[in-house]
């Protein structure tokens, strides 16, 4: 794939986030295999580790693209490097096989990508002043045509979602502050816990936004959150619960914030990664048997609090090893299955729920029921998802390898 990025917007561009255009289309798409290519025309200032520089002047959009297509082989994906783009959708343009245009928006606030090859460069007008005068060239003598969003892979599955492909002209701080927050909302997983979706979002969304303003890297976040996360745990099993909930729920706010900010500013990491879902992994265990602890348990197969503890350790990992059984069988998470299971996913036994029941169960001086009680949620839990594993990933072959729309 050749990527032709149209670079004379870039000097007034906005920054989403607090990264430049140009750079977030860097980390967007990361080290180019061998073989592709990288070509910035129109602005001599614009800078590209290992691009070519095309400072053509005043020389009309329409002229430099099809100088680049004539000495080009393959795919050319030709974008604006001041518009908002989706990384999904370079990928795709660069993989079709026929000339193609992608659009979003209406006249001036309408942002496109085109998919070419040499055969389309004499029907592009020279004159043309930008990609969208091109794209309606392309379209009207019929040498190109609109991408099938049908065939555009919407599915993602770190979010267990689908979502159509985006691109955006980014023309006022109006329009940005509209974007970042469209943004904001789309890096929410498709199914997750109702406190997920519904109570962090107004803390989740303003430190977000400080972390970005002030380049926080989300793995200062993931650490931030660890350490909250553990220093409950001594204070539940000494009995201080306001302390450790309070450790708790900061733990589990800055766990929504640590993914929005690597996603947003796309400054995700292996390591990253790897801490954030370890520590989503590892963590209940010792959660569980703090809140046991804390409730006058022992070191006694007849102390009823320690079989509980016991069995609710017992039940969360085989809980999260139907899951893992059921992503191979099925191709996606269990919870994208269908509309039930989205639903479903928002009141099942996880972290945020089964703090929530214990954390009243204590206002309402119920722990002991309280901790009775999860432990039967959690045993719940893993009847269900057992059952929609057998069901959906060996009796039924209808959500094996497609996600629910």
Request: hydrophobic share 45%.
């Amino acid at each position: 794939m050749n990527l032709w990025i149209d670079s004379r917007g870039l000097a007034t561009a906005l920054t989403l986030f607090g990264v430049p255009p140009l750079e977030r289309l860097r980390r967007t798409i990361g080290k180019l295999p061998a073989g592709d290519h990288v070509t910035l025309s129109g602005d001599a200032n614009a800078r590209w580790a290992g691009a070519t520089l095309d400072a053509a002047g005043d020389e009309p959009l329409g002229a430099r693209l099809r100088r680049a297509l004539a000495s080009s082989s393959g795919t050319v994906v030709a974008i604006d490097g001041a518009n908002l783009i989706d990384p999904r959708l370079i990928r795709h343009l660069g993989g079709l096989a026929q000339a193609s245009v992608a659009s979003r928006g209406e006249r001036a606030r309408r942002a496109v990508a085109l998919s070419l090859d040499a055969s389309v460069a004499d029907a592009i007008p020279p004159d043309a002043r930008d990609l969208r005068e091109v794209a309606d060239a392309l379209l009207s003598a019929g040498r190109a045509r609109p991408l099938d969003e049908g065939r555009f892979p919407a599915y993602i599955d770190k979010l267990r979602r689908r979502l159509p492909y985006w691109i955006h002209a980014v023309d006022s701080v109006e329009t940005r502050a509209v974007l970042e927050r469209q943004m904001f909302w789309d890096n929410y997983k498709g199914s997750t816990d109702l406190l997920t979706r519904y109570v962090y979002p107004p803390l989740v969304w303003p430190l977000t936004r400080f972390c970005a303003r002030f380049h926080i890297h989300p793995n200062v976040v993931t650490v931030l959150s660890i350490i909250l996360c553990f220093a409950s745990v001594p204070l539940w099993v000494d009995g201080q619960w306001l302390a450790g909930f309070v450790c708790a729920y900061a733990m589990s706010v800055l766990d929504s914030v640590d993914g929005k900010v690597a996603r947003l500013t796309l400054t995700d990491s292996k390591i990253g990664n790897t801490l954030d879902h370890g520590l989503d992994q590892v963590h209940p265990p010792f959660w569980y048997f703090a809140w046991a602890w804390g409730l006058g348990a022992t070191f006694n197969w007849d102390n009823p609090l320690f079989q509980a503890g016991v069995w609710f350790v017992f039940f969360y990992f085989a809980d999260r090893l139907v899951l893992m059984v059921a992503k191979r069988r099925l191709k996606h998470a269990l919870h994208s299955s269908t509309p039930l299971d989205e639903r479903v996913r928002s009141i099942i036994a996880r972290r945020n729920i089964t703090m929530t029941v214990m954390a009243i169960a204590l206002l309402l001086g119920l722990g002991v029921q309280g901790f009775y009680l999860v432990t039967a949620w959690q045993a719940l839990t893993f009847a269900w998802h057992g059952w929609r594993t057998l069901y959906l990933g060996f009796f039924t072959t209808a959500h094996r390898g497609m996600p629910s729309p």
